[in-house]
């Protein structure tokens, strides 16, 4: 008798799980698709004025984060199919009428639907295991019922947003500071991208910015990373242009 694997996300598929999920995802032979490398898509622009909190290196005003829309971009602490650009915005000479794009690609939900960004600082509290356990305790006792919204209205602001706390973790636990380490240097990472399932939902509704109206779309951008969870990218503190650690959670 054979024991089902329970998958309660990507981080517990194997090498065989992940090359069935993307010939299938793939609708065809991989093998009878166009070769030769793919063009990264854009994924997110970030002017260093609109979003001040974000770690620009130095001489650098314009963050472009790419990846390739196949599901090694949810590959637990990265690779290549994720990237950060760095960039002068009055370097950018010429600029494209319209985004190479790759001939077919892994993942439909990893690929979103333009959308301009209104940057809005919020402030938000850290999510419940970025919390020392004796305060998370004390709030624990404080909002036993969850009617308080601790987790929906008070600390991790949900949806696509730049720098801010750690998502919750949902499916699994933390794997604390080690898994966030830098694969060029070990240091450990710092939230920089968070791509969220939903903008709010019904417990955090009370995030709904009051410029969007009641029945707006809570996912804009039609992206879903991680079988609907919350995907993070997390940038380098020792040097934001080394890879970022993904992190889903
Ligand atoms: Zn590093």
Do not use: N
């Not at 919020?122 to 969850?146: M, N, T």
């Amino acid at each position: 008798m054979r024991t089902p694997r329970r998958l309660y996300g990507r981080d517990d598929w194997t090498a065989e799980d992940r090359a069935e999920v993307s010939r299938i995802a793939c609708g065809h032979d991989a093998s009878m698709l166009p070769g030769g490398p793919h063009p990264l898509i854009p994924v997110a622009q970030f002017y260093a004025p609109d979003v001040p909190g974000l770690p620009f290196p130095e001489g650098t005003d314009l963050l472009q984060v790419l990846w390739c829309p196949f599901i090694d971009v949810e590959d637990q602490g990265g690779s290549d199919a994720v990237q950060l650009r760095w960039r002068r915005a009055g370097e950018v000479a010429e600029v494209l009428a319209a985004a190479p794009e790759p001939l077919y690609v892994g993942a439909d939900e990893l690929v979103p639907v333009p959308c301009v960004l209104h940057a809005e600082q919020v402030v938000e509290y850290p999510a419940e295991h970025d919390l020392d356990p004796a305060l998370a305790g004390r709030i624990g006792s404080w909002d036993e019922d969850g009617d308080r919204g601790y987790r929906g209205a008070l600390s991790v602001a949900p949806g696509w947003k730049a720098g801010g706390w750690a998502a919750p973790f949902t499916f699994r636990d933390s794997g604390g500071p080690d898994e966030l380490r830098c694969a060029r240097c070990s240091a450990v990472g710092e939230p920089l991208l968070t791509v969220g399932a939903a903008e709010w939902d019904a417990e955090s509704v009370s995030w709904r910015p009051v410029e969007e109206a009641h029945d707006a779309s809570t996912t804009p951008t039609e992206v879903s990373a991680g079988l609907g969870y919350t995907l993070q990218l997390y940038a380098c503190p020792a040097d934001p242009r080394h890879p970022p650690v993904t992190v889903t959670q």
